[in-house]
């Protein structure tokens, strides 16, 4: 019996999905503990490819159960979405295959439009937000008026909730950000009708869970966006309405911290950020233009182009503070090839001319450090078809071994390609 998190250790992006399905071999559960479908996973199977924001990505295995936690915010209408696309493709979800928390808040509709009306009246100062009402809904939860899963199911509840909090919202909306008011009664009917379609589905999630260890079996947490999106940790107010950090899957899925076993960072070997933000390494010329290229930066959920640049290691290194990182997986390595020379940040320095290898809460401070660069050498061999590390050519080789020496944790995952085949593991951590 084991419990591994996985955990994205820069700006999400990171190539979590894949990781997650590799390792749902494992594991008996699959569980989503923060975010909602602002999270894009993308996996490749065979020739097919798969996108899902909400559901885990652990779905498409025969005899798991994925695990939707109550730090997850849920918007039905995309959920159901999710579930009608793999029936149609003949893999049905029925709802001894997911399991959806009572506890977890939905995102309602007024969520989205104050999610789009605050980020159009903040201009260019626009977070760059997914417009999804992932802020909102976490806000109403704090604020202790938010739709929790199991409201859809009292029909009482969730009449009285809606009806006070649209009059509210629709203040906001109309007076404030001069749009338009959504209706009431229309809003409680679609989301009756959600609760009435989800309702097997819906349960005590951290009851079960412990129920799966009870039986000695392995379960696999998959964090979505990174830790550097973190509403604590990371570069607020540029960052996510949840917490992404490992320790959040026991207030996201009500497991103690102490059940936890490993912890697994994913570390893209370049970084990538979408939306506004500082990001110290990124590349606005040619190099970040051929990698947004040859990595498809692309995102997966707004099809927004990707920022990219060089691997920054100040940011996995706290990374691997923060969420008690104890081994990484280096995706998507076979970007990589063809460039003569890598770059790889090692520290900052600032304005007055030290060298740092913190990050400066204050954003103006951060803005003003110039990342410090070691140069390596790059390679130019295909190293798609590596299945060790000896497949893989000499600078490959030590440019892993730097990033596990600067980050201070061991390599655990070596990511060459998109397919399930195309991994090295040097260790399993639920071994
Ligand atoms: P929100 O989560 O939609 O509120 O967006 C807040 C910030 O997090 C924006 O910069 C988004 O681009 C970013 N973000 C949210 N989810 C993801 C993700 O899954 N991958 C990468 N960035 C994300
Ligand atoms: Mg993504």
Redesign the pocket.
């Known amino acids: 019996m084991a419990c591994v998190v996985i955990v994205?250790s820069q700006?999400?992006?990171e190539g979590k999905g894949k990781v997650v399905d590799l390792l749902t071999e494992d594991a008996r559960g699959i569980v989503r503990f923060q975010?909602?479908n602002?999270?894009?996973h993308t996996l490749v199977v065979g020739e097919e490819k798969f996108i899902f924001h909400l559901i885990p990505s652990g779905i498409l295995h025969q005899g798991k159960a994925c695990y939707i936690g109550n730090g997850v915010v849920i918007d039905p209408q995309v959920l159901l979405q999710e579930m009608e696309k793999l029936d149609q493709r003949g893999m049905p979800v029925g709802s001894e295959k997911l399991r959806i928390s009572d506890r977890a808040h939905v995102i309602m509709p007024y969520h989205q439009a104050l999610?789009l009306a605050r980020e159009k009246a903040k201009g260019k100062d626009a977070?760059?937000?997914?417009?999804?009402g992932?802020?909102p809904c976490y806000e109403d939860k704090a604020a202790r008026v938010g739709v929790r899963m199991i409201d859809l199911l009292e029909p009482e509840v969730l009449k009285a909730k809606v009806e006070a909090n649209t009059k509210e919202k629709n203040f906001w909306l109309t007076q404030y950000y001069k749009g338009e008011p959504l209706d009431a009664g229309h809003i409680y009917r679609e989301y009756l009708e959600y609760g009435n379609i989800l309702r097997d589905y819906v349960g005590d999630v951290p009851a079960e869970l412990h129920e799966v260890l009870a039986d000695g079996e392995n379960i696999l947490f998959e964090g979505?966006?990174?830790i550097h999106?973190d509403i604590d940790h990371g570069t607020y107010p540029?960052?996510?309405?949840?917490n992404p950090v490992s320790g959040s899957v026991s207030s996201g899925a009500g497991v103690g911290i102490t059940r936890i076993d490993e912890v697994l960072g994913i570390v893209k070997a370049y970084t990538t950020?979408?939306?506004?933000?500082p990001f110290p390494t990124e590349l606005e010329d040619d190099t970040g233009a051929w990698l947004r290229d040859k990595g498809q930066e692309f995102?997966s959920?707004?099809g927004?182009p990707?920022r990219c640049g060089w691997l920054d290691t100040v940011v996995v290194r706290r990374s691997v503070m923060l969420a008690g990182i104890t081994g990484l997986c280096v995706t998507k390595l076979d970007v990589l090839t063809g460039l003569k020379k890598l770059k790889i940040c090692t520290g900052y320095r600032t304005p007055e001319g030290d060298l740092i290898d913190t990050i400066p809460a204050s954003l103006e401070r951060l803005g003003a450090c110039q990342p410090v660069y070691e140069e390596m050498a790059g390679w130019q061999e295909d190293i798609t078809g590596a299945r060790s590390l000896s497949d893989l050519p000499e600078a490959c080789r030590v440019y892993l071994d730097h990033i596990a020496e600067l980050c201070g944790c061991r390599l655990s995952i070596v990511s060459i390609g998109p397919g399930r085949e195309q991994t090295i593991v040097l260790h399993n951590p639920f071994a």
């Open positions: 994205g700006w999400g992006d975010g909602g602002n999270a894009g999610d977070i760059g937000t997914t417009g999804r992932i802020g979505a966006q990174g999106l540029y960052v996510t309405s949840s950020r979408v939306g506004g933000g995102g959920t707004t927004r990707r």
